[in-house]
């Protein structure tokens, strides 16, 4: 593949972008609940956890937790150092800039964090395989249509330094998310059958949509009936692909990007449960439904999605989860 094609590409895409308005800092978390929470994690094992903090942000939980629960936040660890140095220092920059979307309920895709609680927040970032010095945690820059931070280089040293004080004590725990090798029980039939290459952006216009908003043709690139591909076809800072069209990629391009967790591609269809399984994920509907009821005008490209096309897309995770729980993903 040319990569000076792709990235010519993705210029493009980021150019387009910013021609489309400037982004929103209005959504930022501000960290407000910072370590207000008293965690008391049991599992279903003999283990009782509990972490306190203080209302100013600097929590400092102390988890004893020894359980064989499946509960984050009582999951076993390998390094006691780790975890401590962890919870005073790591969780509480992630819970500052990361936890007002990545905690349940918040728009950032995946949900890595638990709200207040940095016993949970580190077993999470295990469970998603995040535990890792070149984690996504700290490669992922501004995202979110600028609303969402990257982390500061003291941050990052923070992180390097936690890394290393988990594999000094005999290395990390089980790093394998099942999100890494799950693209393999991908079928491109079902995958075909969605047609994601027939959907179009719409060009917000008073009356079909719930807002009212207009946006002019002329002002706003990509807003006005066109295909996904204008923007997604290499830029993997907009954690989607769908090149369906472009003829200069190979024509399965968009189906075999659509497996990757790195870029984090495969998680607009499949996300995992707090222990770790594989779990549908409306990603695409979840950004419709955004772009139609709340999205501003000439931001995101207003789309929908039909019924059919929803339908589609369950069938097609399903599929995959299925052949994941008998084991015959690749086969
Ligand atoms: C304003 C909301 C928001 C905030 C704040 C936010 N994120 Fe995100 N994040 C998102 C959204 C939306 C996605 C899914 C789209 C994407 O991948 O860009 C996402 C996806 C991710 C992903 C998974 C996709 C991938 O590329 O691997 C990681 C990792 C991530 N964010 C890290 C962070 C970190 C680290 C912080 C804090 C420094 C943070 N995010 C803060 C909204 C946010
Ligand atoms: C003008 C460029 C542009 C066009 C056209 C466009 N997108 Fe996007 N899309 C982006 C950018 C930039 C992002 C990342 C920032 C954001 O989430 O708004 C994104 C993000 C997304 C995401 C991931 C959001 C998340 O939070 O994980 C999905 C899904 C998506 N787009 C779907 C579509 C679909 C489907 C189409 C075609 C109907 C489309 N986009 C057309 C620019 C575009």
Same mark, same amino acid.
């Given at each position: 593949?040319?990569?000076?094609?792709?990235?010519?590409?993705?210029?493009?895409?980021?150019?387009?972008?910013?021609?489309?308005?400037?982004?929103?800092?209005?959504?930022?978390?501000?960290?407000?609940?910072?370590?207000?929470?008293?965690?008391?994690?049991?599992?279903?094992?003999?283990?009782?956890?509990?972490?306190?903090?203080?209302?100013?942000?600097?929590?400092?939980?102390?988890?004893? !937790?020894?359980?064989?629960?499946?509960?984050?936040?009582?999951?076993?660890?390998?390094?006691?150092?780790?975890?401590?140095?962890?919870?005073?220092?790591?969780?509480?920059?992630?819970?500052?800039?990361?936890? !007002?979307?990545?905690?349940?309920?918040?728009? +950032?895709?995946?949900?890595?964090?638990?709200?207040?609680?940095?016993? $949970?927040?580190?077993?999470?970032?295990?469970?998603?395989?995040?535990?890792?010095?070149?984690?996504?945690?700290?490669?992922?820059?501004?995202?979110?249509?600028?609303?969402?931070?990257?982390?500061?280089?003291? =941050?990052?040293?923070?992180?390097?330094?936690?890394?290393?004080?988990?594999?000094?004590?005999?290395?990390?725990?089980?790093?394998?998310?099942?999100? =890494?090798?799950?693209?393999?029980?991908?079928?491109?039939?079902?995958?075909?059958?969605?047609?994601?290459?027939?959907?179009?952006?719409?060009?917000?216009?008073?009356?079909?949509?719930?807002?009212?908003?207009?946006?002019?043709?002329?002002?706003?690139?990509?807003?006005?009936?066109?295909?996904?591909?204008?923007?997604?076809? $290499?830029?993997?800072?907009? +954690?989607?692909?769908?090149?369906?069209?472009?003829?200069?990629?190979?024509?399965?391009?968009?189906?075999?990007?659509?497996?990757?967790?790195?870029?984090?591609?495969?998680?607009?269809?499949?996300?995992?449960?707090?222990?770790? =399984?594989?779990?549908?994920?409306?990603?695409?509907?979840?950004?419709?439904?955004?772009?139609?009821?709340?999205?501003?005008?000439?931001?995101?490209?207003?789309?929908?999605?039909?019924?059919?096309?929803?339908?589609?897309?369950?069938?097609?995770?399903?599929?995959?989860?299925?052949?994941?729980?008998?084991?015959?993903?690749?086969?």
């Amino acid at each position: 593949m040319n990569a000076r094609y792709l990235l010519a590409l993705a210029l493009a895409a980021a150019a387009a972008v910013a021609a489309c308005g400037s982004p929103d800092s209005s959504q930022l978390g501000n960290g407000e609940d910072n370590g207000d929470g008293t965690g008391t994690g049991t599992g279903t094992g003999t283990g009782t956890g509990k972490g306190t903090g203080t209302g100013t942000g600097t929590g400092t939980g102390t988890g004893t !937790g020894t359980g064989t629960g499946t509960t984050p936040g009582t999951l076993p660890t390998a390094s006691k150092a780790g975890k401590a140095y962890f919870i005073a220092t790591v969780a509480p920059i992630l819970e500052a800039k990361c936890a !007002g979307c990545h905690t349940p309920g918040g728009p +950032g895709n995946p949900s890595w964090m638990a709200k207040a609680d940095a016993a $949970a927040t580190y077993d999470l970032v295990y469970l998603n395989a995040y535990a890792t010095a070149a984690s996504r945690i700290v490669i992922k820059g501004v995202h979110s249509g600028g609303n969402a931070p990257e982390l500061s280089a003291d =941050e990052k040293s923070k992180w390097a330094q936690w890394i290393s004080l988990e594999v000094a004590d005999g290395g990390q725990k089980a790093q394998v998310n099942v999100l =890494e090798k799950f693209g393999t029980c991908f079928d491109k039939t079902k995958f075909d059958a969605i047609q994601l290459g027939t959907l179009r952006t719409i060009r917000r216009q008073q009356g079909n949509n719930p807002q009212n908003l207009t946006e002019n043709a002329n002002n706003c690139t990509g807003c006005d009936n066109a295909p996904c591909r204008t923007c997604h076809s $290499a830029d993997d800072v907009t +954690g989607f692909v769908n090149a369906i069209g472009n003829n200069i990629l190979p024509p399965d391009y968009t189906f075999e990007q659509t497996k990757l967790l790195n870029p984090a591609y495969i998680r607009q269809y499949v996300s995992t449960t707090p222990t770790g =399984e594989p779990q549908f994920n409306p990603g695409i509907m979840t950004k419709s439904t955004n772009t139609v009821t709340v999205a501003k005008a000439y931001s995101h490209p207003m789309f929908k999605i039909t019924p059919t096309m929803q339908t589609a897309i369950q069938a097609f995770v399903d599929d995959a989860i299925a052949k994941q729980k008998t084991g015959t993903c690749g086969k």
